[in-house]
């Protein structure tokens, strides 16, 4: 396997993910503008911890929670964000799921969340083309 992407890069990619998470959250409720101390962060000391207990743990509340964000375009975006900044702490961030390759980061910058690299997500794409037409 090729070398992960450098520690400084890696800090521009989560600072990008969560601006957009930021941005989403206040646009579903979550935050209100100028509460961004209150609530959520008061409660767990961090937005982050929020967001992956929310994916981790699979109480009723949690599952309802869940299946209330992917009721939404905005909510399953939220879900990539999150699992994206999860994998910046694992360690695997910015390799492609299907080739193992890191993903440019020109195209990292455009898409943070990314999980493939573009040439897989290409193919992808022609599949889920081709099973429509
Ligand atoms: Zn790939």
Redesign the pocket.
Known sequence: MSKGHPKEKLEKYRQLLENKREALLKELGYLEDNSMNSTITESTGDISAYSFHMADQGTDAMEREKAFLFASREGRFLYHLNQALGRIEEGSYGR?E????LISEERLTAVPHAR??I??KTKEDARKAAKIS
Do not use: L
């Open positions: 492609c299907e080739c193992g390759e493939f690299c040439s897989c």
